[in-house]
């Protein structure tokens, strides 16, 4: 009986080995996070990208204090990114605000995630006495956010070319990344936020139907997206969360508004300076607040309206611990 017992342990254990490997790189991740959100350096880094300092109370924002650095075993992905100097940063070219090409080397990224990650990269460095380099690899496969997430690297899987997986790149973090869609949490272990992310529109130049309006903030916006007798229309990028939230509110609200999609890799500002059709185009707060600063001229008498959809916040995404 004791033999038997120990003998299911053992396979118990060795079940759980590769969520435990898996989940230690996510923990230092978040441990360096908590440190470098709460640097006397952050708020300058936000500032950058016109953002206001977060509220370091926010629960969705990762702390030091509740996230320690966990010890080095091996066999994990930390072990590895520790023996081999070098941690893999997935990015995709249209990732603004997190990563975008820079102007003088396009296969280099820019962004706040790139700043971020340098800091994050001091905190890492010292507190496992080693020297992680940070090597950015971009999903250069497809503009569409989703399928960049299948190329994590798991324990079992260092390369990403288990199971017929052929990746262009293989990385070991997504460097800006939000689970909102059933497919991405599917594959995806996301990371507490370094930054809030929530969904707002910018209201274009488009008249509204008659009788209708102003509609001038989210309540009144999602209210008429309710009315059966009001038709407006939202754009979102397809293949994205953006979709994903819009394709949700035709779910719960049936279909009592019209949803079209935004021009891939376009700028959100920049789609409804020329729009034509829809009354309202949706983006995250922060994207939006970004776009705002870098580029004044779009869309530049265009109302943009916070939080139609509050629901967390950005961090980065690992494989799924099993």
Not at 92 to 105: L, N, T
Request: some cysteine.
């Amino acid at each position: 009986m004791f033999k038997t017992s120990l003998a299911a342990i053992a396979a118990l254990t060795a079940l759980a080995a590769p969520a435990i490997a898996q989940q230690d790189l996510k923990a230092a991740i978040v441990a360096a996070m908590g440190e470098a959100v709460e640097d006397a350096r952050y708020p300058g880094v936000l500032e950058k990208y016109g953002l206001p300092a977060p509220d370091l109370s926010d629960p969705t924002l990762a702390n030091s204090k509740d996230n320690p650095y966990p010890e080095v075993k091996d066999g994990s992905l930390l072990s590895h990114v520790i023996d081999t100097g070098s941690v893999r940063l997935g990015w995709i070219g249209v990732g603004a605000p997190w990563a975008i090409p820079s102007k003088e080397d396009a296969s280099v990224p820019v962004g706040l995630s790139v700043d971020l990650w340098n800091m994050m990269q001091e905190y890492l460095n010292a507190h496992y006495d080693t020297n992680i380099a940070l090597d950015w690899v971009e999903y250069t496969d497809s503009a569409g956010n989703n399928d960049m997430y299948r190329w994590l690297s798991a324990a079992d899987d260092l390369n990403c070319d288990a199971d017929g997986r052929e990746a262009n790149g293989c990385y070991d973090v997504i460097g800006g990344a939000y689970a909102i869609n059933a497919r991405r949490k599917g594959i995806s272990d996301i990371t507490p936020a370094y930054y809030p992310l929530n969904m707002s529109v910018v209201r274009t130049n488009v008249p509204l139907p008659d009788g209708v309006g102003p509609l001038d903030d989210a309540e009144a916006i999602r209210a008429a997206m309710k009315d059966p007798n009001v038709d407006i229309v939202l754009a979102g990028l397809p293949d994205t969360g953006e979709d994903s939230i819009l394709s949700n509110f035709t779910k719960e609200y049936g279909e009592t508004f019209t949803h079209i999609d935004r021009t891939p890799g376009s700028k959100v500002l920049e789609f409804a300076q020329d729009q034509d059709k829809a009354h309202f185009v949706l983006g995250t707060n922060v994207r939006m607040a970004s776009m705002r600063f870098a580029l004044p001229e779009l869309c530049a008498d265009c109302a943009i309206i916070p939080n139609l959809l509050v629901f967390g916040g950005v961090g980065f995404a690992t494989a799924l611990p099993e």
